[in-house]
C-alpha cells in the first residue's frame, strides 16, 4: 500500500506560533514516514515538555506525552518490550539538555533503537521566554534581563562523548535535507540523536532563515566512523554543520536483552521456572 503524507497526519490541528521552526521538522518527520512506508500503526512517538512536545499530537501514530524530561526513558521502555515497533523521541532543548538531560548517556549505553529530535531553539518558549541551557551567553531573557550569565552547552559533541550511535544536526528552515537525516536516523539500527537548530519567533534572538547562509553541509568526505574528526567539525560556528556527524553500529538494547534471555532458556533448559521457585530463591 502506497502511503501518502495524509496518512501521517493527525486530526489536530498545531497551534504552534506562525513561523515557527517545528512546522519545518513536523513536515520532514512526516515527509520522511511516507518515504519509509512505515504503517503509522507501527510508529509511537513519546514526548516531552515544551512546544517541541506538541509534536506527538500531530503526528498520526500512537503517542504519549510525557513528564518533563523523561521522554527519553519512556521510550526505552516502549523499545524493550515492544521492539517491533519505530519509536520517535521528541523533546526541546529545556526537556533534553535541562531536566532530561541524565537520560540521554544512559539510554546510549543501551544503544535502544530510538530516534530522538532534539529540537533546540536557544530559548524557553512555551514558559514565556526564559534562558534554556543552550541560551548564547549575554542574551538578554525573562530570567537573565542582564544577559545569560551561564556557559552554554553545545549538544553535539556531549552526544560525541556520550558515544550515541548516529547523531546528526539539521536545520529546521532546510526541510529538504532534514528529511534525509531524519530518514537515515530512523533506518539507523541504535539510538539515533538528530539536533535540529530551529526559531522561536516570539521569543527567541535569532532568525534561520536569514542566518541561512551560516549552515553549510558536513564535507563529502567525512568519516562519520570518526569521532574526532566529528568533534571538531560540531564545535565549528563559521559555518555551521550541518548533517551526519557520527555513525556506528554495535549491538542494540534488544540484541543485548535477546541473548540474556537465550542464556537464561539455557541454563533452564528452555523450561520456564515457577514463580514459586524465583521467590524462594530469594529466601
Not at 515497533?85 to 549505553?109: E, F, M, N, Q, S
Not at 550511535?165 to 535535507?177: H, L, T, V, W
Request: some cysteine; aromatic content about 8%.
Amino acid at each position: 500500500m502506497k502511503r501518502r503524507s495524509l496518512d501521517y497526519k493527525s486530526a489536530i490541528k498545531p497551534v504552534w506560533c506562525a513561523g515557527c521552526g517545528n512546522y519545518g521538522v513536523l513536515t520532514a518527520v512526516q515527509r520522511s514516514l511516507v518515504g519509509l512506508e512505515i504503517p503509522p500503526e507501527n510508529v509511537v512517538t513519546v514526548s516531552g515538555i515544551g512546544c517541541s512536545g506538541r509534536l506527538s499530537h500531530y503526528l498520526n501514530t500512537y503517542s504519549l506525552h510525557g513528564t518533563h524530561g523523561r521522554a527519553v526513558p519512556t521510550s526505552v521502555g516502549v523499545k524493550a518490550a515492544r521492539p517491533d515497533l519505530t519509536v520517535l523521541t521528541v523533546g526541546g532543548d529545556g526537556d533534553g539538555l535541562g531536566i532530561g538531560g541524565g537520560h540521554i548517556p544512559h539510554a546510549a549505553r543501551k544503544n535502544a533503537d530510538i530516534t530522538y529530535f532534539l529540537i533546540d531553539n536557544r530559548v524557553y518558549g512555551l514558559t514565556k521566554g526564559q534562558a534554556s541551557p543552550t541560551t548564547q551567553r549575554g542574551e538578554t531573557t525573562k530570567t537573565s534581563p542582564y544577559g545569560a550569565y551561564e556557559d552554554t552547552l553545545s549538544a553535539v559533541p556531549i552526544f560525541l562523548a556520550y558515544d550515541v550511535s548516529f547523531i546528526a544536526r539539521g536545520n529546521s528552515a532546510d526541510i529538504a535535507e532534514l528529511e534525509t537525516i531524519v530518514t537515515a536516523a530512523i533506518r539507523h539500527r541504535g539510538m539515533s540523536i538528530v539536533h535540529v537548530l530551529t526559531r522561536c519567533r516570539t521569543f527567541g534572538h535569532q532568525d534561520l532563515l536569514s542566518e541561512k547562509a551560516a549552515f553549510k553541509p558536513l564535507p563529502s568526505g567525512h568519516d562519520r566512523r570518526d569521532k574526532l574528526a566529528a568533534l571538531a567539525l560540531s564545535y565549528s560556528t563559521e559555518p555551521v554543520y550541518t548533517g551526519i556527524f557520527y555513525q556506528v553500529n554495535k549491538p542494540t538494547l534488544e540484541e543485548r536483552l535477546q541473548a540474556d534471555i537465550s542464556k537464561a532458556e539455557s541454563d533452564t533448559g528452555g523450561r520456564p521456572t515457577p514463580v514459586e521457585d524465583l521467590l524462594k530463591s530469594f529466601v
